[in-house]
């Protein structure tokens, strides 16, 4: 199990930047697509705000990702005293 | 000691029934805002389209997606220097002061931009308000609850988010019935606002009856109250690692499975497949009806075989089976296939004429209801338009069918998919307040379990209805399409939380 941990751990590495890039394009491709004026805005307002909370979600994912491949999850703390 | 035993269970009632009022309210006040949205929106926001999808923008998105999570953070923290008792104590005073004043806004005729503006101020506080709570009403009653009965505790907290949309559901339809669809519009939307006031001025008055978390004063007591909860949380290693394996393994999985169980379904039901405005929303409070039992069922039920794999259980189900039942709803309610053979019979036309908006061009509408041989009705509309210059290109009459209601088996049929689709919701969300209680120590647990818990639904829960719009404009998609984020989404909580997750039961929260 500590092997499938550390291997999926690259794997979120990888899906953070990964989801990152897929919504700033879809973010482009929407503003892009939306008429000019106040519907151009409120649609680049939707997904600044979309993109300025994933990033920091999938930056965590990273970090998940990396604590995973370093093992720090090979063993959960169960008490208070291990945190 | 019979006296003793029932001393200690008269006790945790009444710890239960202070906090989930509380939340349940809390609840009811961010739904009631939501079911009306329409409503405030014709009152309150400028009639110009643009600029009130502009403030709705903000209100909707802002209040769900940042503030909520914002105030996980500052009343997490809150609730771990000063204590949960005075903390939730606040988040329900915010919340229900808000919820008033939104009832007592002027009109936009009456004080212009003022009123949108108050309104997305008000929502805001809402959104920060809801953050703080959930989290605080969960820990005050785990560290109350003995050990062993955790999960069955705190699932009656886990009721009041389903309880809560019940209630707001409830008190509208009500309002509504009483007064009379004008008079609602004009100004009976505002009595459920007001209401809410009466509502926490009870809830203050019994929470302010309670002591404080034995858990957290003893801590207080012996001086080792934590300086700083953010820093503890979320710069220490082996903290920050259970925040991470908490949100992705457990909350993010939940928060769409519960969105999907209660939220898209109605709104698939009625958008997609072109249901009753009433039918799809009686469908939901009969499904929501019979499924709350199983918060309490599967929480209680967590206390003896683990959180883990019930949780987890109900996010492989809704992979399994969304699509499935999604398409037995499409199937259901294809009328325009199923007139072709099964029409009995058709009404007279009902013509109506008016102008196309912001135009001089003539829209003609013409409404037949027509009834299947199995007892479905639906009305189809023809909408032709009468371009005032004669040379331009003359548009093609569109066919629209609307308020489809089901045949008694299929209206059975749906109510149960629904009424599974909540029972999943009660899998993922009744066990998981005590798996995210024991999943952090007392020092820092307001704040370690509030932020995964409000990503998880605020975020990953809330933008289903978002994701699954965008996901149906790709090219080639289909009506199921939407269904891939939940789907996606639970699938890798599932994964992550299989791998990365070990089954917890009645773990110690006294440290």
């Not at chain 2, 805001?124 to 005050?140: C, F, S």
């Not at chain 2, 062993?148 to 886990?158: A, D």
């Not at chain 2, 039992?293 to 075989?305: A, E, M, T, Y």
Request: overall charge neutral; glycine content about 8%; hydrophobic content about 50%.
């Amino acid at each position: 199990m500590s092997g499938l941990k550390k291997i999926l751990g690259l794997l979120w590495i990888v899906l953070g930047p990964v989801i990152i890039i897929f919504l700033f394009m879809q973010a482009a491709d929407k503003i892009a697509a939306a008429t000019e004026g106040i519907a151009r805005t409120n649609t680049t307002l939707q997904w600044a705000i979309i993109i300025l909370i994933f990033i920091p979600i999938c930056t965590g994912l990273v970090i998940f990702g990396y604590y995973a491949w370093k093992g720090e999850y090979d063993h959960l703390p169960e008490s208070s005293e291990e945190l | 000691m019979r006296s003793t035993e029932s001393n200690v269970t008269q006790s945790i009632t009444q710890v239960i029934a202070a906090s989930s009022l509380g939340t349940l309210i809390e609840w009811y006040d961010f739904y009631i805002f939501g079911s009306l949205a329409v409503i405030i929106g014709q009152q309150l926001f400028p009639s110009d389209a643009g600029a009130s999808a502009l403030i709705n923008t903000l209100a909707i998105f802002a209040a769900g997606f940042i503030v909520r999570p914002f105030g996980a953070l500052v009343f997490g923290r809150l609730g771990d220097l000063i204590g949960r008792k005075y903390t939730f104590l606040l988040t329900l005073v915010l919340m229900g002061g808000s919820t008033f004043l939104i009832g007592l806004i002027p009109s936009y005729s009456s004080i212009g931009y003022a009123a949108p503006i108050l309104v997305l101020i008000l929502r805001l506080v809402q959104g920060l308000a809801l953050g703080g709570e959930y989290g605080g009403a969960a820990t005050y009653v785990a560290e109350h609850a003995p050990v062993g009965r955790r999960g069955f505790f705190t699932s009656w907290i886990q009721t009041t988010a389903t309880l809560g949309l019940f209630l707001s559901l409830g008190v509208i339809v009500l309002t509504k019935n009483i007064l009379g669809a004008k008079n609602f519009a004009d100004w009976g939307w505002r009595i459920p606002f007001l209401v809410s006031i009466l509502l926490v001025v009870v809830s203050i008055y019994i929470r302010m009856k309670m002591h404080e978390s034995p858990v957290f004063s003893k801590l207080k007591a012996e001086g080792k109250v934590s300086a700083n909860p953010l820093k503890e949380s979320f710069q220490k290693k082996a903290n920050f690692k259970m925040v991470l394996v908490a949100l992705f393994g457990a909350t993010m999985g939940q928060g769409v499975v519960w969105y999907t169980g209660q939220f898209y379904a109605q709104s698939f039901l009625e958008n997609t497949c072109k249901l009753d405005f009433n039918e799809s929303r009686y469908i939901l409070l009969w499904a929501i009806v019979f499924a709350t039992p199983f918060f309490v069922i599967f929480g209680s039920w967590s206390d003896k075989v683990g959180r883990k794999w019930i949780m987890l259980t109900g996010m492989l189900l809704g992979v399994i089976c969304y699509r499935p039942i999604y398409q037995y709803f499409l199937d259901t309610t294809k009328v325009k296939e199923m007139q072709k053979t099964m029409l009995l019979s058709e009404s007279e036309p009902v013509v109506e004429r008016g102008l196309v908006p912001g135009k001089a061009d003539s829209l003609i509408t013409t409404t037949v209801t027509k009834t299947l041989t199995n007892g479905m009705t639906f009305k189809e509309s023809k909408v032709e338009i009468i371009t005032e210059d004669v040379l331009a290109e003359v548009p093609a009459v569109q066919t629209v069918i609307k308020d489809v209601t089901l045949s008694q088996s299929s209206y059975i049929m749906v109510i149960l998919l629904v009424f599974f689709q909540v029972v999943l919701v009660t899998m993922v969300y009744g066990p998981i307040a005590a798996f995210l209680v024991e999943l952090f120590p007392t020092q820092i647990r307001y704040t370690s379990m509030s932020l995964p818990y409000h990503i998880g639904n605020g975020v990953f829960g809330g933008l289903v209805p978002f994701i699954a719009t965008l996901i149906a404009s790709f090219q080639g998609s289909t009506p199921l399409s939407g269904l891939w984020y939940p789907i996606g989404i639970a699938a890798l909580s599932f994964i992550i939380g299989a791998v990365y997750i070990d089954n917890r039961r009645g773990d110690n929260v006294m440290d």
